[in-house]
């Protein structure tokens, strides 16, 4: 049992360490894509489905069509609001290497792959409050191939706050979740690609 123990250490730490070596490719290059994955996403306790579904109900109950306006919002403010952030500060580290990563970048030979595990909204109603957070896994993948993952890692429980306290909207807190990610991301492929 105790090889066994060794030999599956061994094995996660040669996949780690193969990843962080293939990401190495990187290097040299200017741009990358972004592309961004909310399928199987999980909201709390809930599936986004049922999260969204019990969120549209109870607003309808109370004024007719406000549910289906916060459904709108739930999905547009992803690209709207927390894909733009996520690049303004990934951008901001990798621009300190020349990198740019955009979603409009089409030539770019590699692709960042956010996908959205878990979301947890959060809420702040003055006198008590609960921080909203995101657990992303970001993959590197080719372009033209994206079953050729070069790399990837999970980003657990970004915080979404802010500093002001006046966080009461939901998508305040979940856009500060997305800059956080942009931040680790960026940090995590300065260190590994472009250091």
């Known amino acids: 049992m105790k090889k066994l123990s060794i ?30 994955n ?17 969120k549209v109900e109870a607003y309808n109950k109370k004024s007719p069509g406000k549910g289906d306006s916060w459904l709108k919002s739930w999905k547009n403010n992803r690209e709207l609001s927390y894909q733009p952030k996520f690049e303004e500060l990934l951008n901001k580290y990798l ?11 089409n030539d770019a030979k590699y692709m960042i792959v956010v996908k959205t595990i878990f979301t947890e909204p959060g809420f702040n109603i003055g006198v008590m409050k609960q921080d909203a957070f995101i657990t992303c896994e970001v ?3 080719e372009t033209e191939n994206p079953s050729n993952v070069i790399g990837t890692k999970t980003f657990k ?9 006046d966080d009461y909207d939901v998508a305040v807190r979940i856009n ?14 300065i260190k590994t690609a472009f250091k």
Not at 39 to 54: F, I, L, Q, R, T
Not at 95 to 105: E, F, I, L, Q, R
Not at 157 to 165: E, I, L
């Open 176 to 189: 500060e979740s997305y800059a956080k990610t942009g931040k680790e991301v960026g940090n995590w492929l």
């Open 157 to 165: 429980k970004m915080p979404g706050r802010t500093f002001s306290g």
């Open 7 to 36: 030999l599956a250490a061994v094995c996660v730490f040669f996949v780690a360490n193969t990843f962080a070596q293939n990401l190495s490719v990187l290097k040299g290059e200017k741009t990358l894509k972004v592309s961004y």
């Open 139 to 141: 993959s590197i993948v």
């Open 38 to 54: 909310y399928d199987d996403m999980k909201v709390g306790k809930k599936s986004e489905a049922d999260y969204c579904n019990e």
């Open 95 to 105: 621009g300190k290497k020349g990198v740019s990563a955009y979603p409009t970048n």
